[in-house]
């Protein structure tokens, strides 16, 4: 698409501002709320206890209900032991939360989910997440038009009509041929455990053009990692290259929360306390490990407790005893959320757009409505925008006004002038820093009866937060010596 260079007429006074800034969850917690009480002491009530000793007795308990949370839940829910599951906030997902907001479905960022993540494929139901698809490729804004980047398997015609396109040399389009076949032929352990190089030495050693690393690479892969420098580990790149090969890039009809929240539908409702947020662990204690909530409530687990949360967030319970300390700056990211009548949206497709441009400060977008129409009431459509970054400097409406800017340069300024701001979302805390050196195998033991899970333990994805959560409860079981694992 040709840019057309109109004038726009930006008033602030056309955007209700809304925004939310997701730093500490603590801020999720409604004021009033209780934790809901569950009945899965394992013990009788012990009359010669002290008023300060931790009385419910419990099964194990697994603190944090993002998805590698439910995961060691649904594990250990397979083996029939009991649990509790503990979320500080008003309801499961962690990172993967979804908002309804007048008949728009606003995920909290920009979140795919691939169809070949494998551990994803054995946990969850994708006929009723009746997952919607994206083009496989992208949209390139360069040179003041787009050029089309597609994956020659699925879109052939188009792959080859864009051969020749600015975005990378023919050389470069067959490197990506050879990249995949190379990932595709290792397994999912050979890519996580091989040896590393951040992704852009990796690139560049595989030999792409600096054409195609700052048109391409850069912002599709910088998309995902939250990292446009692409320092990220290669072992992380080949993985999800790997996935992005194998399966297709998707949106759940009602929303990126569908996930965990089909994953917790299969617990034990009573085994899943919200707005419950741990605030200290005993573990040095004979008589199991004992956890506090911020509600003066304590727990306490003669089989073993483990921490679903984010590394800060276990580093802080555990005061310094667990071994690795979080990497800082951890990966942030901003989503902005526009609507505009159905009839009045550039183009059709449900495909992604990049900035190929190397300056500016939206990074990909795309028309959420094109992938998912469900996404918005009807004749509404849905656009989304992500910037890489928190931009804690630069107030909301300088933002939206930014945007709206940079992208009528894209669209031109007739079809963006109608776009109505609805919400923006500042996500401080995306991912955690996973440049080299990383280790993507995590031992989840801290000690017998302990353990932690999360996407830093493995890769910081929703396959690998799932594989966390599951290998903890395999540790747990087997220390336990309650199944073979
Ligand atoms: C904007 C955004 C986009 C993303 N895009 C993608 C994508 O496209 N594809 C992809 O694969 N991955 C993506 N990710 C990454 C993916 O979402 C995460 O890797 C994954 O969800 C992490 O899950 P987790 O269970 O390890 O952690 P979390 O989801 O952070 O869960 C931790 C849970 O613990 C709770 N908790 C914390 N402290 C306490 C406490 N003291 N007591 C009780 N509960 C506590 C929290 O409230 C939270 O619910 C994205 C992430 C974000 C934020």
Known sequence: MSVTALSFPLSSSAFPFSSITFKRFKSLKPPNATSQQVSLDSSPPNENQSPSQPSNKTGVIVVGAGLAGLAAATRLQAENIPFVLLEASDAVGGRVRTDFVDGFTLDRGFQIFITAYPEARKLLDYDALDLQRFYSGAQVFYGGRFHTVADPLRHFTDALQSLTNPIGTVIDKLLIALTRIRVLSQSDYELLTANEVKTIELLRGIGFSESILDRFFRPFFGGIFFDRELETTS??????????????????????????????????????????????????????????????????????????????????ILAGKMVTQAKSPVRSTVCLYFSVDGDKVPVKDPVLFLNGLGRGIVNNMFFATNVAPSYAPPGKALVSVSLIGMYDGVADEDLVERVVKELSDWFGKAAVGPWRFLRMYRIGFAQPDQCPPTDLMKDPRVKPGLYTCGDYMTSATFDGALVSGRRAAEALLKDRATVKV
């Open 235 to 316: 072992r992380l790149f080949d993985f999800v290259f790997r996935c992005l090969a194998l399966g297709d890039n998707t949106l759940p009809k009602n929303g990126i929360s569908a996930i965990p929240e089909q994953l917790a539908a299969k617990l034990n409702p009573s085994s899943i306390m919200l707005n419950s947020r741990v605030i200290s662990i005993d573990y040095q204690s004979e008589q199991g490990i004992a956890v506090s909530l911020e509600s003066g409530e304590s727990l306490r687990s003669d089989l073993g407790v483990i921490l679903a949360i984010e590394e800060f967030e276990a580093a802080n």
